[in-house]
């Protein structure tokens, strides 16, 4: 079959489709039969009703019915039929069937988007595969998915991202007590498959932006020095792009794990749309990297949940890799779920590059308008990173070789890692900031969803404006009306200053305090830290205060939230640094996760 041709279906999407339509009895799970259970609902409720009354705009067309303009439907026999709202039509009905105590069915069914829906929502039966042992439309998405992605061998995803993580760290971790090399800020997933693994992780500390004051990933010279202390490591895994989509080139630390015989594992959930366009930083798997998880609906199109992970290289299992799969997901994975990422895929497959046109559009519009409101300033990188076209395509005439490429040509790791802290900012994440100082983060993401404009995220300082390929320009106009008002509301239009933003942000980096920097200083890697899924033994335990507890060894997680990235890990020994944070935290009014004193005046460590 032509390439093109083929890409542009969506198997998985199409055995759905068909299953809806075949119209067959389902004599199998899930239990309310493509719906039906509520239907019969709908039917029993007009059933009940007196000639005028009001219903749910529900399959009035499939039933010869058509709607008026007096917001009303007229059936086949001219009567007229006013519907509403599922709200008010329940208020209606409670009405006429006498009140409280006496909830009619009508109230108990869904919208109809949802019931349609439900006629997709099926399980492994003849004609729709079986993710765990693809044969058909599951096994032909994958293998799409691939083609797409530049990976060898893809695999669909039903929990997330974090059932990739947990899979690739099961996978690596094939013994009890393997040393895995991982980066400290890491999301709560990874810290669960070491644990779930019995694994042995040694925390490399991430590179922080000396202008922005924020954490990235880990130098090279880290990753070098970690990898010569720990040569009997199963692997290194980094978070990449950070939750800022702050991020550099992999391709130096792919190289060094791969000299040591070490698969690289990257987190890279919040980078499904790299390397599908050049405006976006390179991918990962472009990088060199062995296993990489993209969290699809993050960045793309598809539905929450749905999720990919892209295996190359020798360097995996991949059958054990498969048999880690089947544990941690679902035997009754959802299908609309897979569905979504298979349309996902061939949304960007067929349209490639022009996928990402008019969000981009949105994001040159915000930067437009924002450099006329002098207040709000916009992280990015001090030496971008010139990026490559996405895979498969052909490089524009007189576009330079980008740092990767030289890399892949020749160029040693220690000669990349001045420059390797923080060379590419993802577009669609707009990270802006007050340059005025007068509101926080957490103040001006306030402001903005009083505006009507919900942000991804916040912090101390930073605000994350989350863009995508189904942002507008309108979208961009409302969000730089919010701003206006914003400033203009606080006495601030204008704002006069020799300084450069870069310069006024340096200033400040040092006593930037940020949930998402969650770094120890002076020190490259931790030691090994056991985890286990055994619980610690409570009789084994004290409670000391904070400011007492330096030296010894933690019995509780400290977990600053959001995003919920561990700075203390249960069995690590407090250093004074990580003391200093946790209280500088506290008193700055930072909420806490894994503690059993919610005030943090004490810390509960182990007795030896």
Known sequence: MDHKIKSSRAPLYEALLAYRDSKQRSFHVPGHKNGQAYRHLVEEAKAKLPPVK????????????IQNGAGGIVNQRGEQFRFSSVDEHGADMEKRFGGEGNQSEIELVPVRSFLEMMEMDVTEITGTDDLHHPEGGIQE???????CFGAEESFLLVG?????????????????????????NVHKSVVHGLM?????????????????GLAVMPSVETVQAAVQSYPEAKGVLVTLPNYYGMGADLT????????????????????????????????????????????????????????????QGPRLNRSLLRQRLAMVQSSSPSYPVMASLDLARRLLHVQGANT????????????????ELPRFQLLQPAQPLQQEPPAGTAKPAGMPVSAAQQTREGLTAAAMSSAAGYTAQDPFKAVIYDGTGVLSGYGLQQQLEACGCVPEMSDERYVVLLFSLGSTVQDAQHLLQALHHISSANGHEQIHSSTEPSQQLAKGSAHYISTWNNLQENTRFSEPISFTLQPIVETNTINVPIEE??????AEMVVPYPPGIPLVYPGERL??????RILLLRDEGAKFHGISDASLQVLKVMKD
Request: charged share 15%; net charge negative.
């Open 141 to 147: 998405a994958q293998e799409l998915a691939a083609d």
């Open 252 to 311: 130096p630390i792919a190289k060094v794990c791969h000299d040591a015989g070490m698969p690289l594992l990257v987190d890279e959930a919040h980078g499904a749309h790299y390397g599908q366009h050049p405006e976006l930083p390179v991918s990962a798997l472009s990088c060199g990297a062995d296993g990489v998880v993209q969290s699809t609906h993050k960045m793309l199109t598809a539905f929450t949940m749905g999720a990919m992970l892209h295996i």
């Open 575 to 580: 250093s004074p640094s990580m003391v200093a």
């Open 549 to 554: 507890s330096a030296g010894f060894r933690s």
């Open 160 to 184: 997330g991202s974090t059932a990739g993580n947990l899979s690739l760290l099961l996978t690596v971790c094939d013994q009890p007590n393997s040393i895995v090399l991982v980066q400290r």
């Open 356 to 371: 990402f046109t008019a969000g981009l559009a949105a994001v040159d519009a915000f930067k437009r308008g924002l450099a």
């Open 54 to 65: 009001d219903i749910v705009d529900e399959e009035h067309q499939h039933n010869g019915e």
């Open 196 to 212: 779930l693994a019995g694994a042995r992780a040694v925390f490399l500390e991430p590179w922080v932006d000396p202008a922005s």
